[in-house]
């Protein structure tokens, strides 16, 4: 788990039961059991973005906030690109059979994304994935 200085990523987070969340401005929402995977960015200090998404005290900021309260990082993911390329990997999976949306406007309310979290109810291996999207972009 090697973070870049900028750049974006990937967190795989597990939740271990179904749970009603509370998301922020979203409301309440349920949860599945099973794996979620969250799409951002971080043009400065990826590192420590990184970091704070592991810590369990913080002030809720972000949409993913919310449900890091209630389930646990499993692993992280970075790769180099600019900020569009956040909506274009979660495009990219979106549109894989293995994925879900479950949260529409989750981590999106800064661009035109339908949503930048992702469900299987599988634990999935996303090094092969994501070394085929950098070869398609």
């Keep these: 788990m090697e973070a870049e200085n900028s750049g974006i990523y990937i967190v795989k987070i597990k939740l271990t039961k179904n749970q009603s969340i509370k998301v922020g401005a979203l409301g309440e929402n349920n949860f599945k059991k099973g794996y979620y995977y ?10 420590s973005r990184i970091e704070r998404h592991l810590r369990t005290k913080k002030k809720f900021h972000w949409h993913i906030d ?11 993911f970075t790769l180099n690109g600019s900020k569009d390329y956040e909506c274009k990997l979660f495009n990219y999976l979106y549109h894989k ?12 309310s800064d661009c035109s ?17 994501l070394e085929d999207f950098k070869k398609d972009i």
């Design 38 to 47: 969250y799409i951002g960015s971080a043009q400065k200090n990826l590192e």
């Design 66 to 76: 919310y449900l890091l309260d209630k389930a646990k990082i499993d692993d992280y």
């Design 97 to 108: 059979d293995q994925f879900k949306l479950m949260v529409e406007g989750f981590g999106s």
């Design 113 to 129: 994304c339908i949503s930048h979290l992702l469900y299987s109810k599988n634990d999935l291996n996303l090094k092969n994935m």
